[in-house]
């Protein structure tokens, strides 16, 4: 239940047993702008006590401006985004920007095979996927930049001036602390952003976002889970006021098409994955791979094909904003192909994941490769296509 209870005037009085009690309830107050907000679980509250909230809400006003910061930033999930993915595309929503555009790397592959990479393949694949911090700073005007983690105190101290200067704080944890998680309280499975865009000082809470697991736009997590699983890094935000607001959509696509041909010192991104096909079939070793790893998932090899996965699905995003921003050919095949290369990869990921588990691989590996040369073959031609359909536009 989320109700306007009305317009607000200034006021200079407190009333904490009120408050108390209402927190007792479960029942969630903040201040909206000029307008007075609850959230409360069905039934809680009587007409009465609605009736004191809104005879007193000036001095409910006062106490909450006193010990509570909320900013309005929406929940924004993007199923081909990671945690901290989706906290720049949330924060580019809540400045009114085009978070696409930091999908404009995301389709690429190199492979190094060096001997200096520990034999571990993971290592070698770079997927072409980890610009989009880049990107949201060049171009939403969006700066991430980490600071240790040193004690609690630290961390509400920081989350208190970031807020109370308009900026929200990413936070880092460990999953198991973290309520939204499907691992919560269950298992200890990898640290997780979150972002902070409100204090509760009343009820000793942080109020956060987490579009990765859960649409809410408000959750709350207590300092004693925090102090549990705080991780070793904060992430803090400044925002670049001068950015420009005209994006340079056909300046990025050009500049990723040269990366991916092989025309900017890198190697051709479909030569990369075929000398990747013949490397992984000669010599991969799955409990290299493993590492200290337990769960397939945290390989790095695991990883980065995730990353490939989701870089596909990107760029094919990537370009169905473009053809909204600009007056592009139809480029709906190549959308769609691209989503299929993605939907191939995530086959060449499972098959990895079963060849860790056989005692003999060797089939599966080269089967892996096989399908791999032919993805190889299938992205080629796609971006063929895409060439030609962009060819004869300006700036082309």
């Not at 690429?108 to 001997?115: H, I, L, Q, S, V």
């Not at 925090?226 to 006021?241: A, H, Q, V, W, Y």
Request: proline fraction near 3%; charge should be negative; charged fraction near 25%.
């Amino acid at each position: 239940m989320l109700v306007n209870i009305g317009n607000i005037e200034d006021g200079s009085q407190t009333i904490n047993n009120l408050l108390e009690e209402l927190n007792n309830r479960k029942v969630k107050l903040w201040v909206d702008g000029n307008i007075l907000r609850y959230k409360a679980p069905k039934g809680v509250l009587t007409q009465e006590m609605l009736k004191t909230i809104g005879e007193k809400k000036e001095e409910i006003v006062r106490s909450l401006r006193k010990n509570y910061i909320l900013l309005n930033v929406d929940s924004v999930h993007d199923v081909t985004c990671d945690c901290t993915q989706d906290l720049i595309a949330s924060l580019a929503v809540w400045r009114g920007l085009e978070y696409e555009v930091v999908f404009a790397d995301s389709w690429g592959f190199e492979f190094t095979p060096d001997a200096d990479r520990q034999g571990i393949i993971g290592n070698m694949i770079d997927s072409g996927i980890n610009d989009s911090q880049r990107l949201a700073e060049d171009f939403l005007g969006i700066k991430l930049f980490n600071c240790e983690v040193k004690s609690l105190e630290q961390v509400l101290d920081t989350a208190k001036s970031e807020l109370e200067e308009g900026r929200p704080l990413i936070i880092w944890i460990d999953s198991y602390w973290n309520p939204c998680a499907p691992n919560y309280k269950k298992s200890h499975f990898y640290y997780h952003s979150f972002m902070a865009v409100g204090i509760d000082s009343l009820n000793n809470s942080l109020i956060y976002i987490d579009p990765y697991t859960s649409p809410e736009k408000q959750l709350y997590i207590s300092v004693d889970e925090l102090k549990e699983g705080i991780g070793p890094i904060i992430t803090k935000i400044r925002f670049d006021e001068n950015v420009n607001s005209q994006l340079p959509w056909l300046d990025l696509l050009k500049d990723n098409m040269l990366k991916i041909e092989g025309k900017k010192q890198t190697p051709g991104a479909f030569n990369a994955m075929r000398e990747f096909a013949g490397y992984f079939e000669k010599n991969i070793d799955y409990v290299k791979e493993a590492q200290e790893y337990n769960n397939f998932y945290n390989w790095l090899i695991s990883l980065k094909i995730d990353e490939i996965v989701r870089g596909r699905r990107q760029f094919a995003k990537f370009l169905k904003a473009l053809s909204v921003y600009h007056d592009v050919p139809d480029i709906s095949t190549i959308i769609a192909g691209l989503e299929t290369a993605s939907s191939k990869w995530h086959t060449v990921h499972t098959l990895v994941m079963k060849g860790a588990l056989l005692d003999e691989p060797d089939p599966v590996n080269t089967k892996i490769s096989l399908r791999v040369k032919a993805l190889a073959d299938y992205e080629e031609e796609i971006f063929i296509q895409l060439k030609n359909s962009i060819n004869n536009l300006d700036g082309f």
